[in-house]
């Protein structure tokens, strides 16, 4: 059982386990049957049947950040998700949970516990949440994203992706992606995404650039998010493409020879694992995670790093225009982002998970 609903930050790492699971042979007992855990308030009830993996349900047990008369509701919401939970992993007969934190990770982890099923725990932030630091006690293994996690007994997996994200070539794939989004073959591109919604920030930014990027003959992809119909640039030469959602964010990354993006625990994975430089926006709210996110392929030469206050058209204009005109300063941040890269992550964790199984 794999428990991952809510965000996108989650479901996505579950999934590929998921994926990478199925197709092993070598398992106790043959190939693994797998079941996600999730709740009906969560992207899963989208993503997950669209990979082709059973998903079952479970109440969601969210936890008010600031004290409220909906605290006490808690403890009964628990008690209830976590009954369910065990009465699914004896239906199952299941023999491991694998959790990835969020809301249904920590009723995964408390059935667990009680019904004798050993659990194993994948953190992909730097900093990790309430749940996966209960299930790292509880935990027969525990797996992380980033290096210097603190979470006791953590092995460093990398963050668990798609095939078709681990295996792209870029280069191979190159003019097939530029002729998809009505690109120019030849020209330096530059993809701006903000996640599934957008990002106000960037958008602002990236389209009072416009002018800049094209007088330095750059062309850009740009993902607005569905509900930023207000973001838009006039027809021109070197293209500005604006797009509400990339479905295929795979040839985006082949198209592209730099990324303007937050800096979420994925994002930054796919970009390294495809060797995609990245000029990272940290969301500014939170704990900060998202600048730790990026830190390391900062640190490797991988990528830029920009306050949220500090982006502007000006900073893309004395900042991304030089690096996206310079071929040599391009080869050597994709060389810096691939090697800090991990795209085996998915098997990592796998024979991770398996081991436990076996032991």
Not at 78 to 102: H, N, P, S, Y
Not at 255 to 261: F, G, M, V
Request: charged letters at 20%; aromatic letters at 2%; a neutral charge.
């Amino acid at each position: 059982m794999l428990a991952g609903g809510g965000t996108g930050g989650h479901i996505e790492p579950m999934l590929a386990l998921a994926d990478a699971l199925v197709r092993r042979t070598d398992a106790p007992g043959g190939t693994p049957r797998v079941t996600c855990l999730g709740t009906s308030r969560g992207l899963e009830t989208r993503l997950v049947p669209a990979r082709g993996h059973e998903l079952r349900l479970i109440p969601p047990v969210p936890l008010p950040r600031k004290p409220t008369p909906d605290l006490l509701r808690v403890p009964g919401r628990v008690r209830r998700a976590v009954a369910e939970t065990r009465a699914l992993l004896a239906e199952l007969e299941a023999d491991v949970v694998v959790g990835f934190g969020g809301y249904v990770a920590l009723p995964a982890y408390l059935a667990a516990r009680r019904a004798g099923v050993p659990v194993v725990v994948h953190e992909q932030n730097p900093l990790p949440g309430l749940a996966n630091r209960v299930g790292a006690r509880l935990a027969a293994a525990v797996a992380v994203t980033a290096p210097g996690t603190p979470l006791r007994g953590a092995v460093h997996t990398g963050m668990p992706l798609r095939p078709a994200i681990t295996g792209l070539d870029r280069a191979a794939l190159r003019a097939e992606a530029r002729a998809h989004f009505g690109l120019d073959a030849e020209r330096p591109t530059l993809l701006v995404f903000g996640g599934s919604q957008g990002a106000r920030s960037l958008n602002t930014a990236a389209t009072g650039a416009a002018d800049a990027l094209r007088a330095a003959g750059i062309q850009v992809l740009h993902a607005r998010g569905p509900k930023n119909t207000e973001v838009a640039v006039p027809a021109g030469q070197p293209p500005y493409v604006v797009v509400d959602y990339l479905e295929r964010m795979d040839l985006a990354y082949a198209a592209a020879d730099l990324a303007l993006c937050r800096s979420g625990a994925v994002s930054v994975a796919e970009l390294s694992a495809v060797g995609l430089p990245g000029a990272f926006v940290p969301l500014p709210i939170g704990n900060g995670e998202q600048r730790r996110n990026a830190l390391p392929v900062v640190e490797a030469g991988g990528g830029l790093l920009v306050d949220d206050a500090d982006l502007s058209p000006s900073w893309i204009e004395a900042t991304l225009v030089p690096v996206l005109t310079d071929p040599a300063r391009l080869t050597e941040l994709t060389r810096h982002a691939a090697a800090a890269g991990v795209p085996d992550a998915d098997e990592q964790l796998a024979d991770l998970t398996l081991s436990v199984v076996r032991a």
